[in-house]
């Protein structure tokens, strides 16, 4: 089974400064998907960013790119120029890329990321 | 907006009761994922609907359970509700065919709290 680990609990940056957020995975599969969710305290669940393993490319959103590390199995998120609507919780999420049963995503435990003004 | 509705936004209720959650996924989107967020537990997966078909489960009580009508909406039932079960249940939906594999996109979730 998946297990993804996020070791910050909380994390807090100042306004317009760069964070970045760490999580780590075990798995036995040689392709999936990784995913970072925001979850402000709206409490939606919105999706930052989406890595593919089988691509070397770190993927890029806008402020936000990942750090993919696949031998290391290690995805940790980075926001640059950080805002206030930054402020959230943020979860690191893993997802078999195989189909029939195996589509549902293991979260980790969050990391609290608070913007100081 | 993501394009899941979940109703209703919040649900009181008194321990012993059976309450239902809805979710109506992102048109197009085949796979409905009902997850659990508490407290003490984090975010787990509930159970998995693909086209009116349960496809996976995962750390679901009896004391639930869940469908997916044909018109792909899904509903989850919560009965004998003790007050360990007050939580975020959070719906979401993704295409999951052969030829595309997507993210998946959250609902607003529905905040039960067991009295």
């Known amino acids: 089974a998946q297990t993804v680990t996020q070791s910050q609990p909380e994390m807090s940056v100042q306004e317009a400064e760069t964070v970045t957020l760490s999580c780590t995975y075990d798995t036995s599969e040689s392709d999936y998907y990784l995913f970072w969710y925001k979850q402000p305290p709206s409490r939606q669940m919105i999706l930052v960013i989406r890595q593919e393993a089988y691509k070397q490319q770190n993927a890029t959103e806008n402020r936000f790119s990942v750090n993919f590390q696949k031998a290391a199995k290690s995805f940790s998120l980075k926001i640059s120029d950080s805002q206030l609507g930054d402020a959230a919780m943020y979860f690191c999420?893993?997802?078999?890329?195989?189909?029939?049963?195996?589509?549902?995503?293991?979260f980790g435990t969050g990391t609290r990321l608070t913007i100081i003004p | 907006d993501s394009g899941v509705t979940q109703t209703p936004k919040h649900l009181i209720t008194a321990t012993g009761q059976r309450v239902t959650l809805r979710c109506s996924p992102r048109?197009?989107?085949?796979?409905v994922y009902w997850y659990q967020q508490s407290l003490d537990q984090g975010l787990q997966f509930l159970i998995q609907?693909?086209?009116?078909?349960?496809?996976a489960k995962g750390n679901i009580l009896e004391r639930f359970s869940a469908q997916q009508f044909p018109d792909l909406h899904s509903e989850l039932n919560l009965s004998s509700l003790e007050l360990g079960d007050s939580a975020l249940y959070f719906c979401?939906?993704?295409?999951?065919?052969?030829?595309?594999?997507?993210?998946?996109?959250f609902g607003q979730g529905t905040r039960l709290t067991v009295v």
């Open positions: 048109s197009g989107d085949l796979s």
């Open positions: 979401a939906s993704s295409v999951d065919s052969r030829q595309v594999t997507t993210e998946a996109f």
């Open positions: 999420a893993y997802r078999s890329p195989l189909l029939g049963g195996n589509e549902k995503l293991t």
């Open positions: 609907y693909y086209n009116g078909e349960e496809r």
